[in-house]
């Protein structure tokens, strides 16, 4: 037994009991994955865990362990693991029909469509979908509306972005981690990342936006021919680690990329549905709006889902030819989309994302204050970033600790990501039905882990 001062926290208590698992052990898992499953798929840990069932903001391994999810299946389980609403829509589609493809009329794909155009500001005229199977498919459509409805040809993203690893969408990724050395990216060029952390702008300069749009400027006047199909951006970036784009940023960028004939393309991936609080999408606290938007993830509460919203205007290019995804608008899919949608508007998922996401941003706030190893704490609502150095002058990323502590989270029941260049930032983006005494815990982890591992 360890004393008051030491003992190790302890999960909020939950009525939720798991069913015994009783399929392939672990060590079977491990090697069918070695002999037949593609290497180079990501694995977290040292010593991975196998996750077997999951429920609301809870994960539970095969010894029947509870884990927080901190991290919600890479920011994709948006209102809970195995919600009770959306399971029940999925089973009862499931029963009905489960496949039929958009070559037949079927009332899911319109009904979501609709209710899905509904969360756009009114006046956007962002009314019109095509569904796809993921962001990466989601991004590549957009860049295809871009450059046939434009005429032009090269595209903008930002230094630091990931929008996915598709042939086409690893063009727009510039994180060198993430691309291999094969061509890619014809015709996209990279903007530097207005990162107000590591850049030579930060949170004090009250321009920092607008400095940081004139590289675009730049690249659109040296690298470009004057002409662009578009511009494409994260609101937050996620797998780049948290970064948040500085006020006023988009506006001047947005303006800029228009004037030179250009589409506003903003990639609400990981940043849509609620989960940055204060707005239902991310590009809304800019005070911007774009010409497509893009999005997966959250959209369906893991269902292998995407889409991108446009005006009525660009959506007609795609009737120039035909063009046509198999999988995109299937009626499960729909349905697990629509009920996921139900219930981030009748739950007001958002404005738990705000309240529950303040009071974590507090607490992370908090363990900035004691500990010098954290760098920066950033994010907004339920999309937060913990950023680790060696020292807080030289902001050299303290990758060898960020592992360390990412390690000893797990061990201690807490499950979340890493990410940024350099592997130092805790990405912290849980399922938004978090719970006040789920922070607590969290909190408390990392303390603990930061005073062990730094």
């Known amino acids: 037994m360890t004393n008051q001062a030491t003992a190790l926290p302890e999960l909020p208590p939950s009525d939720f009991v798991p ?36 429920h609301m903001q809870y994960l539970f391994d095969e010894t029947g362990r509870r884990y927080l999810d901190g991290f919600a299946g890479i920011v994709t389980v948006s209102v809970g693991h195995c919600h009770p609403r959306v399971i029940a829509a999925v089973d009862k589609q499931n029963k009905t029909l489960q496949h039929t493809t958009t070559i037949y009329l079927n009332p899911n794909i319109a009904a979501f469509a609709k209710k899905l155009s509904s969360t756009f500001p009114k006046d956007s005229n962002l009314s019109v979908c095509y569904f796809t199977n ?58 530097r990342c207005p990162d107000m952390y590591r850049g030579p702008y930060d949170h004090n300069d009250p321009q920092a936006g607008e400095k940081y749009a004139q590289d675009v400027a730049e690249v659109i006047r040296f690298s470009t021919p004057g002409t662009l199909a578009g511009f494409i ?23 800029m990329v228009r004037d030179a004939g250009g589409l506003c393309i903003s990639d609400e991936v990981q940043t849509g549905f609620g989960r940055t609080g204060d707005h239902f999408w991310g590009f809304e606290s800019q005070g911007v709006t774009p010409d497509i938007v893009t999005m997966a993830k959250g959209i369906g509460n893991g269902a292998p889902l995407g889409a991108v919203m446009t005006t009525p205007e660009i959506a007609r290019v795609m009737s120039q030819r035909l063009h046509f995804n198999t999988f995109g608008g ?97 990405r912290i983006k849980p ?10 815990f969290l909190c408390k982890v990392i303390d603990i882990a930061l005073g062990e591992c730094t």
């Open 19 to 54: 069913e015994p698992y009783a399929g392939l052990t672990r060590d079977e898992v491990i090697a069918m994955r070695a002999e037949h499953v593609n290497p180079g798929i990501l694995a977290y840990y040292q010593n991975p865990v196998m996750i077997v069932q999951g």
């Open 134 to 191: 993921s962001g990466s498919e989601a991004n590549d459509l957009a860049m295809l509306m871009a450059r046939a409805h434009t005429g032009n040809f090269d595209m903008i993203a930002l230094r630091n972005a990931y929008h996915g690893l598709s042939p086409t969408a690893m063009g727009l990724t510039a994180l060198h981690t993430w691309k291999f050395p094969v061509p890619q990216g014809f015709g996209i060029h990279h903007a």
């Open 233 to 255: 951006a994260e609101p937050i970036q996620g797998v780049g680690g948290s970064v948040e784009l500085p006020s006023g940023y988009l506006n001047k960028v947005y303006g």
């Open 330 to 426: 299937n009626p499960v899919s729909m349905a697990q989309g629509i009920a996921t949608l139900d219930v981030i508007l009748e739950e007001n998922i958002q404005q738990r994302a705000k309240d529950i996401g303040a009071y974590l941003r507090q607490g992370l706030d908090k363990l900035m204050s004691r500990h010098d190893v954290v760098g920066d704490v950033r994010g907004q609502g339920l999309m937060l970033g913990v950023e680790l150095v060696e020292d807080r002058t030289t902001k050299e990323p303290a990758a060898a600790k960020t592992a360390a502590v990412f390690e000893r989270c797990k061990e201690l029941g807490l499950l979340i990501g890493k990410g940024g260049l350099f592997g130092n930032v805790l």
């Open 431 to 440: 399922p938004m039905c978090l719970t006040r005494e789920d922070c607590d």
